[in-house]
C-alpha cells in the first residue's frame, strides 16, 4: 500500500501553482510586449532629411485613409528653414505639413479613400528637410500625436490606444547642412587664404543651391550652403465671390510656373488656407471646448445657426469621402 507524505504534497502542489503564476505572467509580458511592438514610428536621418516611417498593421486591416501626426524640429538658427518632402508613392489624395517655428512643431496631414498602411510593408510618408547655412536640428515625433480618422470618427489619445494597442517611438535624431569639406595634407598649421566664391549650383525657388571657395595654400574647400529662393508670384487673374463660388486670385510663380489659388473666403476653411480639411474640424472642436466664438458664416458648415461638434463631424466625413 502507497503512502503519501501530506504535507509533501502540500507543498508540491504550492510549488506547481507558483510555476503556473509565473508561466502566466511569463506569457502575459511577452503578449504586452509582442503588443506593444505591433505598432512603431521610425526616424532615419541622413544628412540634411531624416525619413518618416510608420507601422500600423491593424490600420492596414481596417483601410485606414487619413490621418495626422506632429513632429518636435528645435533647431539651431532662427534661419534654419524647415520642409516636409511627402513620399511619391503615398496613397493619399490630400497631403499637407504645416511648421510652426514658434513651437518648432510640424504637423504632417494624409487623407484619401485608399488605404495608407499596408499589412506587408512599413508606410514611408516622407522627409523631413533642413535648409540653410551652417544649420542643423533635432528631430523627434511628438508622442501620443498620431490620429485616425475611422468611419468618420476622429480616434487619438487613449482612445487609439485602446483601439490599436501602444505605439513605439524612436529617440530624436539629428539632420544638418554640409558646410565645408576637410582635406588632409600634411596637417601644417596656417591661416587659410581663400580665393572668390565660385557657385556650383544655383540657388531655385524648388532647390537650394551650393557655393565653394578653395585655399590658395592647402586646397582645403569651404562649402556653402546658398538659401533656395521664395517664389516670384505674378497675378493671373482674379474672380469675385458670386454668393455661390468663393473669390478667389490666381497667381503664377515667374520662375518655375508653378500656379497658386488664393480664395476670399471657403465654408469650413476656418483657418482661411483655401482648403478643408481635418485641420478645420479640430478648431471647430477646440473652440467648441473653449467656448470661443467663431465666424459663423464660415465655420457652420451644416447651416443650422451654430457651430458645434456637429460641423466638425461633418467636415470629417466629407474628408474621408474624398
Given at each position: 500500500?502507497?503512502?503519501?507524505?501530506?504535507?509533501?504534497?502540500?507543498?508540491?502542489?504550492?510549488?506547481?501553482?507558483?510555476?503556473?503564476?509565473?508561466?502566466?505572467?511569463?506569457?502575459?509580458?511577452?503578449?504586452?510586449?509582442?503588443?506593444?511592438?505591433?505598432?512603431?514610428?521610425?526616424?532615419?536621418?541622413?544628412?540634411?532629411?531624416?525619413?518618416?516611417?510608420?507601422?500600423?498593421?491593424?490600420?492596414?486591416?481596417?483601410?485606414?485613409?487619413?490621418?495626422?501626426?506632429?513632429?518636435?524640429?528645435?533647431?539651431?538658427?532662427?534661419?534654419?528653414?524647415?520642409?516636409?518632402?511627402?513620399?511619391?508613392?503615398?496613397?493619399?489624395?490630400?497631403?499637407?505639413?504645416?511648421?510652426?517655428?514658434?513651437?518648432?512643431?510640424?504637423?504632417?496631414?494624409?487623407?484619401?479613400?485608399?488605404?495608407?498602411?499596408?499589412?506587408?510593408?512599413?508606410?514611408?510618408?516622407?522627409?523631413?528637410?533642413?535648409?540653410?547655412?551652417?544649420?542643423?536640428?533635432?528631430?523627434?515625433?511628438?508622442?501620443?500625436?498620431?490620429?485616425?480618422?475611422?468611419?468618420?470618427?476622429?480616434?487619438?489619445?487613449?482612445?487609439?490606444?485602446?483601439?490599436?494597442?501602444?505605439?513605439?517611438?524612436?529617440?530624436?535624431?539629428?539632420?544638418?547642412?554640409?558646410?565645408?569639406?576637410?582635406?588632409?595634407?600634411?596637417?601644417?598649421?596656417?591661416?587659410?587664404?581663400?580665393?572668390?566664391?565660385?557657385?556650383?549650383?544655383?540657388?531655385?525657388?524648388?532647390?537650394?543651391?551650393?557655393?565653394?571657395?578653395?585655399?590658395?595654400?592647402?586646397?582645403?574647400?569651404?562649402?556653402?550652403?546658398?538659401?533656395?529662393l521664395d517664389h516670384n508670384y505674378l497675378l493671373l487673374g482674379s474672380h469675385e465671390a458670386d454668393g455661390t463660388t468663393?473669390?478667389?486670385?490666381?497667381?503664377?510663380?515667374?520662375?518655375?510656373?508653378e500656379t497658386k489659388r488664393e480664395f476670399d473666403f471657403i465654408?469650413?476653411?476656418?483657418?482661411?488656407?483655401?482648403?478643408?480639411?481635418?485641420?478645420?474640424?479640430?478648431?471647430?472642436?477646440?473652440?467648441?471646448?473653449?467656448?470661443?466664438?467663431?465666424?459663423?458664416?464660415?465655420?457652420?458648415?451644416?447651416?443650422?445657426?451654430?457651430?458645434?461638434?456637429?460641423?466638425?463631424?461633418?467636415?470629417?466625413?466629407?474628408?474621408?469621402?474624398?
Amino acid at each position: 500500500m502507497l503512502f503519501i507524505d501530506k504535507p509533501a504534497a502540500l507543498k508540491f502542489k504550492k510549488t506547481l501553482s507558483a510555476i503556473a503564476v509565473i508561466l502566466c505572467c511569463m506569457i502575459a509580458m511577452t503578449i504586452t510586449a509582442s503588443a506593444a511592438a505591433n505598432n512603431k514610428t521610425e526616424l532615419k536621418a541622413s544628412g540634411s532629411e531624416a525619413q518618416l516611417i510608420l507601422d500600423f498593421p491593424q490600420a492596414a486591416a481596417e483601410e485606414i485613409a487619413s490621418m495626422q501626426i506632429s513632429l518636435s524640429v528645435t533647431t539651431n538658427s532662427k534661419s534654419a528653414e524647415i520642409e516636409f518632402i511627402p513620399d511619391s508613392n503615398l496613397a493619399a489624395k490630400i497631403t499637407e505639413s504645416r511648421y510652426h517655428s514658434d513651437t518648432g512643431i510640424l504637423n504632417i496631414y494624409l487623407a484619401g479613400t485608399e488605404a495608407l498602411f499596408s499589412e506587408s510593408s512599413p508606410l514611408t510618408v516622407g522627409k523631413v528637410k533642413i535648409s540653410g547655412n551652417s544649420v542643423s536640428a533635432a528631430v523627434e515625433i511628438v508622442k501620443d500625436s498620431v490620429k485616425f480618422v475611422r468611419g468618420g470618427e476622429l480616434i487619438e489619445g487613449e482612445n487609439l490606444t485602446a483601439a490599436y494597442g501602444d505605439i513605439a517611438y524612436p529617440d530624436s535624431v539629428t539632420i544638418t547642412t554640409k558646410t565645408s569639406r576637410p582635406v588632409t595634407s600634411g596637417g601644417s598649421s596656417h591661416t587659410h587664404s581663400y580665393g572668390d566664391w565660385k557657385v556650383t549650383v544655383d540657388a531655385t525657388c524648388l532647390k537650394e543651391g551650393e557655393r565653394i571657395r578653395t585655399c590658395r595654400i592647402c586646397g582645403r574647400e569651404d562649402i556653402e550652403t546658398i538659401p533656395q529662393l521664395d517664389h516670384n508670384y505674378l497675378l493671373l487673374g482674379s474672380h469675385e465671390a458670386d454668393g455661390t463660388t468663393a473669390g478667389y486670385a490666381d497667381y503664377i510663380c515667374v520662375y518655375c510656373a508653378e500656379t497658386k489659388r488664393e480664395f476670399d473666403f471657403i465654408l469650413g476653411d476656418v483657418d482661411r488656407n483655401g482648403r478643408v480639411n481635418s485641420l478645420d474640424a479640430a478648431a471647430i472642436l477646440k473652440a467648441t471646448v473653449n467656448k470661443t466664438d467663431m465666424d459663423l458664416n464660415v465655420a457652420d458648415y451644416n447651416k443650422d445657426g451654430t457651430v458645434n461638434a456637429l460641423d466638425a463631424a461633418a467636415i470629417l466625413k466629407w474628408v474621408v469621402s474624398l
